[in-house]
Each structure stands twice: as C-alpha cells, then as structure tokens.
C-alpha cells in the first residue's frame, strides 16, 4: 500500500480531500495532512510519502517552493499540483520542477481520483520494474541477496536484527501472517543431480525467487545449513502455502525431472517470530521422512483437528438453534472466539465462515423461508476481500442479522443507520459508507432503508440536516456558516441554497421569522 499527503492550508478542503475518496481501493494505505508547506517539509523528512497533492498558494511557503524542497528530499515522488491560476506560466513553472499533474480548483473529485489512480500506477509500474531488474540481480548471487540471507539468518538464529528495511522492501506489515518452508530436492536415482547438488540448488533458490519474491509473495534465502528456504506470507491475497508449493513443485518438475520434499512450519505473525515457524519444518526434516512430498507440522495438524472438533459441535449448536436467537447467538459467540484463537490462515479462516454462514443461511431459507432478504453473494464479496483481522466480525454480524427473527432483521439495520446518521451529521455520509458499516451492499442497504421509511437514505439525511440547521437558525446566534459546517456542508452558498430548496425561505430569512415569533 501507498502513502499519499495532502497539503493546502484551508481545513476544508484540506480535510475533505482526505475523507472522501477511496483510498483503500485506489491502492492508498496512509493518508497525512499538512496545513502548511513547513508541515509538508516535517512529514516528508519523518516518513516515506509516494503521492503528494499540493495548494500552489499557501502561506509560510508556497507550493512550487515546497516542491523544490521536497525533490531535494524524494526525487522520486510523485506531485500533483492544486491551482486556482488558469496560467500558462504556472503550467510552465510545473513542468519545469518535474511536478507530474496539475488541476484547477475548485478540484473535482472524479478528476481527482482518476489522477491520484494515475500517478500510483505509475509508482506500480516503477517499483515493479525496478524490482524485476534487483530480483534478476539477487538470482546472479549479488550483494543484495547475501544482505537478505544474512539478516534472515540471524532471524532464525534468535538474534535482534532490524527488519525495517526488509519490511519496506516487501511491503509487509510487522503483524503478517506468515510460515517457513525449507525445500529439499529429492535426488535419490538421478546420479547426475547427486553429482551436481549445488547447481541444482542454485537453480532452485532462482526458480523460487522468480516465483516468490518477485511477485512480494515470500522471502527466498539459504539457511546456515544450505538449505533452501522460503518465508510464505500468508493472507487473504495469497493462495494457501500449500497450493502455491504445488505450483513451485510442478514447474521443478517438468523443468529439471525432479521431486521436492517441502517442509512447512507452524504459521506466525511477523518475522520476528518466524524462528518459530523455521524450527518446527526442521524438525520434520531431521526425520527425514518420504520423497517428492509437503509435510506440514504435526502442531499444524493437531491443531487444525482440534479446531474442526469444536467447530462441528458449534455449528450443529446454532443450526439446532435457529429459533432460539439467544442459544443460537450464544454458540455463534463461540465460534468466532474459536476461529481466532486457533491462529488459522486468512484464506482457512475466511473458507470456514463462508461455510457456516452459507450453511445457516440455506438452512434459514428452506426451513423458515426468512433468508430470502439477506444478500449471500454480497456477504461472499466483503469476505473475501477484508483483511484477516475482521474476519470473524463480519460473520458473526452477518450471521447475527440471519439468526434475528422476522422484520426484527430489518429493523435491527435501519435503526442503527439512523442512529449514525444522527451522531454524524456534520461529516460526509454516504449510502456506500452506511452500507460497508453493516457489511451489505449499498443497492441492498438503500432497498431496506426505504422499505422500513418510506423514505430514501439520501433524502433523509437531507431533512436531518435541514431539521437541524433549522433548530440552530431558531434558538442560537450563531453565525450561519458555523451552521452550516455543523450540519456536514462546507459550503456555505451551497448550503443557502439547499436550505432554501428544503423550507422555501434563506436561513437569515428563516432565523428572522422564527426568533420573532
């Protein structure tokens, strides 16, 4: 994920900017603000930022001065420039300090996000052939490749190392989920591999490079033993470690006739604990056991069978239960304390749920017919796409909202929007905001609001906010502006004339009449 920063010395749009695009789906995981280019010059000396997006004219330090000073700091990042001057010479003075866009205000946010998407595929496409061209090198054997064996063997070996840079490297959080997997060629019968082992080692350490590291799926090193070993991230991104072993043993394979015997450890989180994970595939490789095979961890297994033991109980528990929301919402409990403590993978994780939720819902629907209102394939969709720590959250609401019985389902839903929605009012919101609280589709939050209103969720939030800019207007001096700002619109003429749509009179007009009466 990216880092982009937002610099303009008005709050407003400053701050807007920073709430209202997607910046998770644009590829966008930190988003800074700076109120000045002073600010600007502190965060980018502090923290790596990819995408900047500028106000030309601010106080302290103008904009083309700020990126002066920032290209002296990150030549290589990106810079989009916010002007209100429709000036060539402006133009030219951005092109000049390599500042790679450029947009008129007032911004429009379209344009915006079409540009910010613009200028992180252009890091993307950078990054990845600059990474092609360090992984080729790191396959010759280069001074890059033995950085990373060096510090991941002190890893293994229990000794503080610093991991930032390999962080970085990979972008990869400190929590990630992730496994060893020591790969030993199997070379019994081939007397020309048994003559040649560390060239077919090498060729194996490349192949797995190629495969792993290049696409930022693992970390590929030779422990102190020589052995070939690979640092799996796991995640919902990832295929299951198994699966892409496979994929790495059929392509060694066809390419070199040969078997491996792939070890895997327990999964961990971070690299910090991935000794851990490293001692327990070495422990399968000192019983050298089977040929041309994946051994997982007896921990592994054991585990795996106790979780399933529990789970089969729990599910019978709350389908049995379907009529009984407290029993059945008691067992649910369970099981979403049960899928996190067992420390499964993201992908496993996310297959179990799907599975429970799946299960009751049809069950739901043949028994009772009351899991026709709930969307399934979007449950599915959320799932899959949400990170391993909001997992289990997302089914038990999901499945919570099932168990509910009749239009308490409905109105469970609505009635927490609105609450939100009231607690809210001054902030942007948004049918696809409301929607993603309750992990349902925006199409299908929007049916259930009206359904249970009469009233469109868009339109609703419109009266909130009038109801109160007109409480305000009547009972308070204050100024309309702060009104206004408190009711979510931050523009005021904007909000004039919205106000007048809605009660046929200005809000001056409106605060005349009422303080009066």
């Known amino acids: 994920m990216y880092r982009i920063m937002i610099v303009d010395d008005e709050k407003i749009i400053r701050d807007g ?23 600007a010059l502190e965060i980018v000396e502090k923290k790596p930022v990819d995408v900047m997006v500028a106000d030309i004219q601010m106080a302290e330090m103008d904009g083309l001065t700020l990126v002066e000073k920032v290209n002296q700091i990150n030549p290589d990042m990106r810079i989009i420039m916010l002007t209100g001057y429709d000036n060539f010479e402006y133009v030219q003075k951005c092109c000049k300090m390599e500042v790679h866009d450029y947009l008129l205000k007032p911004v429009d946010e379209v344009e915006l996000e079409e540009t910010i998407r613009r200028q992180v595929e252009a890091i993307r496409t950078r990054e990845v052939n600059a990474r092609k061209q360090r992984v080729l090198s790191r396959a010759r054997g280069t001074e890059e490749q033995l950085k990373i064996e060096y510090a991941m063997q002190k890893l293994l070996e229990k000794k503080q190392e610093d991991v930032q840079w390999i962080l970085d490297e990979y972008r990869i959080s400190e929590e990630q989920p992730m496994q060893a997997a020591i790969i030993a060629p199997v070379v019994t019968g081939s007397e020309s591999w048994s003559k040649h082992y560390e060239l077919l080692n090498l060729s194996i350490k490349n192949a797995c490079i190629e495969m792993f590291d290049f696409n930022r799926e693992g970390i590929t090193f030779e422990d102190a033993r020589k052995n070939i070993v690979v640092v799996l991230f796991n995640g919902n991104e990832f295929e299951e470690s198994v699966q892409r072993v496979e994929t790495l043993n059929a392509y060694l394979k066809e390419e070199y006739g040969i078997c491996q015997q792939v070890l ?17 595939a070495y422990l399968l490789h000192e019983e050298n056991v089977g040929n041309g095979e994946i051994r997982q961890s007896a921990k592994s297994q054991l585990r795996l069978k106790l979780f399933y033991e529990i789970y089969n109980e729990l599910k019978k528990a709350i389908e049995s239960n379907i009529g009984d929301y407290e029993k059945a919402n008691h067992a649910l409990e369970s099981f979403c304390k049960a899928v996190q403590a067992y420390n499964l993978s993201c992908s496993l994780m996310k297959k179990i749920c799907f599975e429970l939720a799946s299960g009751i819902y049809f069950t739901l629907l043949m028994t009772t017919n009351d899991g026709a209102d709930s969307n ?8 899959q796409g949400c990170e391993r720590k909001d997992v289990a959250e997302i089914t038990r609401t999901f499945v919570s909202k099932l168990l509910l019985p009749g239009e308490e389902k409905v109105h469970e839903v609505v009635a927490r929007a609105k609450s939100y929605i009231k607690q809210h009012l001054e902030e942007d919101i948004s049918v696809t905001q409301l929607a993603q609280q309750f992990y349902v589709a925006p199409s299908y939050f929007s049916k259930l609001f009206k359904k249970n209103t009469g009233e469109g969720c868009n339109n609703y939030i419109i009266r909130k906010r009038m109801e109160k800019a007109q409480s305000l207007l009547s009972s308070t001096n204050m100024k309309t502006g702060k009104i206004a700002d408190l009711c979510g619109y931050k523009d005021v003429n904007y909000f004039s004339l919205a106000f007048k749509k809605y009660s046929g009179q200005s809000p001056l007009e409106y605060r005349e009449n009422t303080q009066h009466k």
Request: glycine share 10%; aromatic share 10%.
């Open 17 to 39: 900017i920073a709430r209202v695009l997607p910046w998770k789906e644009m590829g966008i995981g930190e988003v800074y603000t700076a109120a000045s280019g002073l600010e």
């Open 264 to 280: 895997l450890g327990n999964e961990v989180e971070g690299l910090e604990q991935i000794y851990i994970s490293y001692d327990d």
């Open 376 to 383: 399934l394939n979007e449950f599915a969709t959320v799932l």
